[in-house]
């Protein structure tokens, strides 16, 4: 599995894990929304920078300095797709707890 592919998945798993406890505390809490997002986010660059760190010291581990390929047409593909996904992702989740919330205020 190459670089750009791990740090793909690890943007997922990042976005999966915060944003669903965020999303979770914001249902229920409308109002800490405000207080809540930097924290998400803080949250998650945290975790990315933690998947970078251990990246570099098993990748350094592994390669001798200076013997790193540089990135070919597959790793660019890879970090296209996984940015539009992780976009898609996104912006369906924030709609459905729109949906979610719009119905839960109205109902009650």
């Not at 943007?11 to 809540?36: D, E, G, R």
């Not at 597959?74 to 119905?103: N, P, Y």
Request: aromatic content about 12%; hydrophobic content about 55%; charged content about 10%.
């Amino acid at each position: 599995m190459g670089c750009q592919e791990r740090y793909a998945w690890a943007c997922v798993c990042s976005i999966l894990v915060v944003f669903t406890i965020y999303f979770w505390f914001v249902l229920n809490s409308p109002m800490a929304h405000a207080a809540l997002f930097p924290i998400a986010v803080a949250a998650s660059v945290a975790l990315l920078i933690g998947f970078q760190i251990v990246n570099s010291i098993v990748n350094s581990s592994i390669r001798k300095p200076g013997n790193v390929p540089l990135p070919d047409e597959f790793d660019r593909i890879i970090e296209l797709r996984a940015s539009k996904l992780a976009g898609i992702f996104l912006a369906k989740a924030v709609m459905a707890w729109c949906i979610v919330a719009m119905f839960r205020t109205a109902g009650g």
